[in-house]
């Protein structure tokens, strides 16, 4: 079992930046992709950023493309979604997730974190 732990969230103003990060607890989420996701309060889950288990490919939303960056650490196990230029549709609960095979898809995903709050007021 994979355990996936988001953290960084929190309260920010329009136009301000944050990071969120993702620790993977098995040592097995190395050699996977893995995501964000963001769900707003009565909105669909949405795909935010999705990278390959290298690092060496990167795909986005089109909501978040060049204002959001999505990296990973594998020797500290650790995902990152930097978020830029915050606006206030980008508040939502923010997921992190891990792939089922080794490269970025908006699909696929087996393994949740219990997401972190996102907020950016105006």
């Known amino acids: 079992q994979v355990q996936l732990e988001e953290s960084g969230g929190g309260l920010v103003q329009v136009g301000d930046s944050l990071r969120l990060s993702c620790s993977t607890y098995?040592?097995?989420?190395?050699?996977?992709?893995m995501g964000w996701f963001r769900r707003a309060p009565g909105k669909e889950r949405e795909f935010v950023a999705g990278i390959s288990w290298r690092g060496d490919s990167t795909i986005y939303g089109d909501s978040v493309k060049g204002r959001f960056t999505i990296s990973r650490d594998n020797v500290k196990n650790t995902v990152y979604l930097q978020m830029n230029s915050l606006k206030p549709e980008d508040s939502a609960v923010y997921y992190c997730a891990q792939g089922r095979g080794s490269y970025p898809s908006r699909t696929g995903f087996i393994y949740w974190g219990q997401g972190t709050q996102v907020t950016v007021s105006s």
């Open positions: 098995k040592r097995t989420g190395s050699n996977n992709a």
